[in-house]
């Protein structure tokens, strides 16, 4: 039963309280002995080789690192395979037998997957891709909903030495196809639907779409989820084929391939600062050393663990911490498909009671809308099987966090608030359960060997309780290597503010135990319900509708979702504001990116503030939007434009 803590949550975050690891925790901990971070950092390399020992290598590495600025070779020689590394490595002790995914649909079925079973899934997966012509570094589009199907597909993927690259199923046919588009894959994996709160996401039908347009796809594999009747799905002749019809013919042995160090694993596309997403590219070695080590390290996992992490696999932490280092790990993974409030508001809470699980990894927005829903519903549950409980995605703000650790951790569970980005790969900066004495709405301290500061416009590390920009100032495993197929804004994006120093676009602070708060992005960044948004996607998705002229998209604060994506539009002249013309453009935005972009708020404008050089100044429109008095107008055109948009606003508000 949940143990009940009575004190107010005010009480709790009172100035100075703070969360050491409790006694039996630490005693327990796979790490505990603070001298590591020391260690690490008189030896990074050493450090880094010494995890990399403990995996398969067909062949050892000759140097540790190779590094130059902002070009990093890890392992360099080195020849090994992820998917072995997750696989084959356990099938000779006692995993063999073990559970590595424990899978709940969103209807309710449970499906169980041995390591073993595990391993002859994807071996067959690896021969169907095979036959359909895939060869090392080939690129493979993953469309799924979260099935199994979707860490087996890349798994294959891996051990073919095909590069995958992932779609969240929550994107639209448009999103698809861009990314079909820049990845130039050539096979598509997908199902005919999945389940999400009820309801049918028509990912083939999606995918129908956006294949209009994309002529480097030779096949696409369907996996049968049983949304629709097999008959009811149009099926292209000799492009489209089934999934268990080519399984079923599949061969069960597939070599793993002996993969370079640094050979392409995959890419993910993330937002930026412009219009078109960037496909962040991982290689293999240093990506299995870096999510590996902090796999173990970060989540304390035990032999014995079931782990959890609630993300979606199209989204890095998916990729990192359900697939890839659990496995590696050899731990049980969960995996559920649908939503938080299926069939009610206690399913996340019933799964945990169900299988017992011991570690959970989920995002801010989820507990605080677990906070809004009420604590009625964790504690309809039997939750003692918890010990470990992780977050990720936004900075959790303090009162967040003390819910979190008191009614879904009893109080006895360790909260680690992780730092991290898709770029970054692995968990940068983040407690350790058995070390770190935590402090709410503060990540803490970098993972040993990681070299993090806060730094000014000149690069100047800046003192205990200032702010600044967030930095990466040593090369670290899984760093991503480059954008696919565009070095240069590589070098751009992240290695340029700073030369030899990785730019994380975040800002934050460091108090006087060196501990770092995470303020948030500080470019044109939004993130909303833990999900990055890039407003210039937005603000191009609302110019492409007939109506709209101009467009400026900003985050404003949000209670549950940390922000909230708000446009302020301009309409082309002559056109007519007619009555259902902002649902209509919110509708737009969802079409051409997906509902996780669909703006909160569209405003109208008849016209934006902008610099005397035609900028627009998102900067005093967040102002208007948060209510706040403005900030600097001197460089304002026209300073009667705020004016004017300001007094409209407020007439809307009132
Ligand atoms: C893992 C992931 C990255 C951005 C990052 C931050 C924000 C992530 C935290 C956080 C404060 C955290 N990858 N962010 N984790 N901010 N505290 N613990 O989320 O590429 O999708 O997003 O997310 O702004 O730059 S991501």
């Not at 995958?164 to 994107?171: K, T």
């Not at 011991?358 to 918890?386: K, Q, V």
Request: hydrophobic share 40%; with cysteine.
């Amino acid at each position: 039963m949940v143990e009940k803590v009575q004190a107010p949550i005010e009480a709790l975050l009172q100035e100075g309280r703070t969360f050491p690891p409790p006694d039996e925790f630490r005693q327990r901990a796979n790490i505990n002995d603070p001298g590591v971070y020391e260690e690490a950092e008189r030896d990074p390399e050493g450090f880094w080789a010494r995890w990399a020992e403990q995996l398969h290598w067909f062949r050892k590495w000759e140097r540790v690192l190779e590094w130059n600025p902002p070009w990093a070779k890890w392992f360099v020689g080195g020849k090994t395979n992820l998917a072995y590394n997750c696989l084959d490595r356990h099938l000779t002790g006692a995993r063999k037998n073990k559970a590595a995914i424990l899978w709940e649909g969103e209807p309710g079925e449970v499906r169980i997957l041995t390591y073993w079973e595990l391993y002859r899934q994807v071996c067959k997966f690896a021969n169907v891709l095979k036959s359909l012509g895939v060869k090392k570094g080939d690129r493979v589009t993953i469309y799924m909903p979260m099935v199994p199907e979707l860490p087996i597909a890349m798994l294959a993927c891996a051990r073919i030495g095909a590069v995958h690259s992932v779609v969240f199923g929550g994107f639209s046919s448009d999103a698809l196809r861009d990314r079909i588009q820049d990845a130039q894959a050539k096979v598509l994996v997908t199902a005919e639907g999945g389940w999400r709160r009820g309801n049918i996401v028509p990912l083939k039908r999606n995918a129908d779409e956006a294949l209009k347009e994309c002529p480097s796809i030779e096949h696409v594999v369907v996996f049968h989820r049983g949304c629709y009747e097999q008959s009811q799905v149009p099926m292209t002749p000799g492009r489209d084929l089934w999934w268990h019809e080519l399984m079923a013919q599949a061969p069960l042995e597939c070599p793993a391939e002996e993969m370079d160090a640094e050979d392409m694993l995959y890419i993910l596309y993330t937002s930026g600062t412009t219009g078109k997403p960037k496909g962040v590219v991982h290689t293999t070695g240093g990506y299995m050393v870096g999510v590996y080590a902090t796999t173990k390290w970060v989540f304390d996992l035990k032999e014995e663990d079931t782990y959890w992490c609630t993300a979606d696999i199209g989204w890095v932490t998916g990729h990192s911490y359900i697939v890839y280092g659990p496995l590696l790990c050899g731990t049980t993974t969960v995996m559920y498909e649908g939503s938080p409030d299926w069939p009610e508001r206690d399913r996340w809470w019933a799964l945990v009671e169900r299988h017992g699980v011991n570690i959970l990894y989920t995002a801010p927005t989820a507990i605080r809308t677990f906070m809004r829903w009420g604590e009625e519903w964790p504690a309809r549950h039997d939750l003692s099987s918890l010990r470990l409980l992780g977050s990720v995605g936004e900075p959790i703000n303090p009162e967040a966090w003390v819910w979190y650790w008191r009614n879904i951790g009893g109080g006895r569970c360790p909260v680690v608030d992780t730092w991290w980005q898709t770029e970054t790969g692995m968990i940068m900066i983040t407690p350790l359960p058995g070390i770190t004495v935590c402090k709410p709405g503060s990540a803490t301290r970098p993972f040993p060997g990681v070299a993090a500061d806060v730094v000014d416009d000149a690069g100047n590390s800046v003192p205990a309780g200032a702010g600044g920009y967030l930095v990466l100032k040593r090369p670290w495993p899984a760093m991503m290597r480059t954008i696919y197929g565009d070095p240069d804004r590589y070098v751009q994006q992240y290695w340029s503010r700073y030369p030899g120093i990785y730019f994380t676009g975040d800002g934050a602070k460091r108090d006087e135990d060196g501990y770092f708060w995470i303020v948030g992005r500080i470019d044109d960044v939004v993130n909303v319900a833990g999900h990055r948004i890039g407003t210039m996607e937005v603000e191009s998705a609302l110019v492409d509708h007939p109506s709209v002229a101009e467009a400026a998209v900003i985050g404003r604060s949000d209670e549950v979702k940390g922000q909230a994506l708000w446009a302020f539009v301009t309409i082309k002249e002559g056109v007519d504001r007619h009555q259902g013309l902002e649902q209509e453009l919110r509708e737009h935005v969802a079409r051409k990116i997906g509902g996780i972009a669909r703006p909160d708020r569209i405003i109208f404008a008849a016209e934006l503030p902008k610099t005397r050089s035609g900028k627009i100044m998102r900067r005093l429109l967040r102002d208007i939007a948060e209510g706040r008095a403005l900030g600097d107008t001197t460089t304002l055109q026209d300073p009667a434009v705020v004016q004017t948009l300001r007094e409209q606003y407020e007439h809307l508000e009132g």
